[in-house]
């Protein structure tokens, strides 16, 4: 069976290494740069990055707007780090003129964990499933507040973070504070792509 074929937006961030896991889990990857890209894709990854210049680029490239649509059309979508960001309704702490994608409806907060130099990793159970994943967190943000129809997938526990949620689902959008292309463990990858074929059918 074909697998379905899936943007990845190649302004910023871990584009090869998420192309890499998504041909690994049985789907077709495209990188997207321009609006023409955008057609005929069922699905589409909004990688890491930097938000605010994420942002500035999809203006620049004439991609905001369209992608914006597609994504209230229904495109389903899966962000990590900078890309939970841009699918957020809501920043904390966004610059004046930030804008987002939006479709989340969840709050999160830009680089709440610190800078760069305070990356780290940690053991977190995602979607309820064993055994741990492996997560990376990179600048990250974290979810600050949920709405109703908004499923967490994943929590921290220790470090002094406990209970701040680092993954969730609302309808055909899925997202992560953390980076799952940089472990090699495809669960996250894999389960984006069983939204996309569900929702192709």
Request: charged fraction near 25%; aromatic fraction near 6%; hydrophobic fraction near 40%.
């Amino acid at each position: 069976m074909t697998g379905p074929t899936i943007g990845v937006l190649a302004l910023q961030g871990d584009v090869r290494e998420h192309v890499r896991a998504l041909e690994s889990v049985g789907a077709h990857a495209v990188p997207v740069r321009r609006e023409r890209e955008l057609h005929g894709i069922q699905g589409m990854v909004i990688p890491g990055g930097e938000s605010t210049v994420m942002d500035k680029l999809l203006r620049a490239f004439e991609l905001f707007d369209p992608l914006q649509e597609r994504l209230r059309e229904g495109l389903v979508a899966y962000g990590s780090c900078a890309g939970m960001i841009m699918l957020a309704d809501r920043v904390a702490d966004a610059t004046a003129d930030q804008r987002t994608l939006g479709g989340l409806d969840v709050t999160v907060r830009r680089n709440a964990f610190g800078r760069q130099v305070d990356s780290f990793e940690r053991d977190i159970t995602y979607a309820g499933s064993p055994p741990p994943m492996r997560a990376v967190f990179i600048r990250a943000p974290w979810v600050e507040d949920v709405g109703p129809q908004v499923e967490v997938l994943a929590r921290l526990e220790g470090g002094g973070f406990d209970g701040r949620v680092v993954a969730v689902r609302q309808g055909t959008l899925l997202a992560t504070s953390f980076h799952p292309e940089v472990t090699g463990d495809l669960r996250v990858h894999s389960h984006f792509v069983d939204l996309v074929r569900q929702r192709a059918q």
